[in-house]
């Protein structure tokens, strides 16, 4: 457990100093914040949602409990942001036994964060120091806290694996819209079939309100469960290119890192037919050596003037 490093000095009662002739009491500023050990920490219970707290580093140290509900995701974290430009603050977190989490020092977010990815749920503690020994910081202390996503079915039943995976058909030059929820320790599988070569336009997208939060992936195989495209990371939107694909049956799986869930999402399935290719002017490269007959070889290189030898150019 938690050892108190400092101790808050007792209240003493006014002393008179003789050669000043005036008296000097021993009293806290009024905005003292009486955060200093991880016993007297400011308590911010049991996070649901994230929260950010203003406070005034007065003393040694500030510190902050709070409780998270779920495993921390990849962009959980603690961070503080300083509102006085330019003061260099130090984060420090703790598990609730007293064990290190992480610690960073510097000016600004990017320099004063502690994730919280892969950690289990449970009580934490965060303390902040001002390096050098500075007081007088004014600053925010915010916690990007896990998503927790309640286990239920979603909106198509029990689509887990690849055998009961959701038939979504899909016509050529069409779209399908699917949307779909992911729970926690669940994940989901749908079918389509294209029912022609596949454009350049034809992909399949999943965009994640939540997706930001945690990471996921978007895998699509062909009906022989060969890969054909994947995208995956912490991101709002993933997609895979159907160009190119010939028609079948294809498949595609949502699911989260970890088991984290995705909570709600949208799958937009697209199949576009491949462009027309344009028809080809036929272009005529003179050679080197002319055709044998001369005067054919002269009407030719006449018409060749703009560059191309056209059907009324063979008929003319």
Do not use: C
């Not at 003789?18 to 003292?32: A, F």
């Not at 028609?247 to 890192?257: A, K, N």
């Amino acid at each position: 457990m938690f050892q108190s490093s400092s101790k808050r000095p007792a209240f003493r009662s006014p002393q008179l100093e003789v050669l000043e002739t005036r008296l000097t009491p021993t009293v806290r500023p009024t905005d003292w914040a009486y955060y200093e050990t991880p016993a007297k920490a400011l308590n911010l219970g049991v996070l649901r949602s994230d929260a950010e707290v203003s406070l005034k580093l007065d003393g040694n140290a500030d510190w902050i409990r709070f409780q998270t509900r779920d495993l921390g995701g990849t962009n959980d974290r603690v961070f503080v942001n300083a509102a006085q430009g330019g003061a260099f603050l130090q984060l420090e977190v703790f598990k609730a036994n007293g064990q290190q989490v992480g610690i960073m020092a510097g000016q600004g977010v990017d320099y004063t964060r502690v994730g919280l990815q892969g950690l289990p749920a449970g009580v934490y503690f965060a303390k902040v120091t001002g390096t050098n020994g500075a007081t007088g910081i004014r600053y925010n202390l915010h916690v990007d806290a896990p998503v927790v996503i309640p286990r239920q079915d979603d909106l198509f039943g029990s689509n887990d694996t690849k055998a009961t995976a959701r038939f979504a058909g899909l016509a050529r030059n069409s779209t399908i819209i699917i949307d779909g929820k992911l729970p926690r320790q669940d994940e989901d599988w749908y079918s389509f079939r294209l029912a022609g070569a596949a454009g350049a336009s034809s992909r399949v997208l999943a965009t994640a309100p939540l997706g930001w939060k945690v990471g996921w992936n978007l895998e699509v195989f062909d009906s022989q469960s060969r890969i054909v495209g994947v995208s995956s990371g912490a991101s709002g939107t993933h997609g895979v290119s159907l160009a190119g694909k010939a028609p079948g049956t294809y498949f595609v799986h949502v699911f989260s890192d970890g088991g984290h869930g995705l909570g709600n999402y949208r799958l937009a399935l697209k199949s576009a037919a491949p462009s027309p290719t344009p028809p080809q002017s036929l272009v005529v490269t003179p050679a080197n050596s002319a055709l044998p007959n001369a005067r054919i070889n002269s009407v030719v290189q006449g018409l060749l003037a703009d560059g191309e030898l056209s059907r009324q150019d063979w008929i003319g």
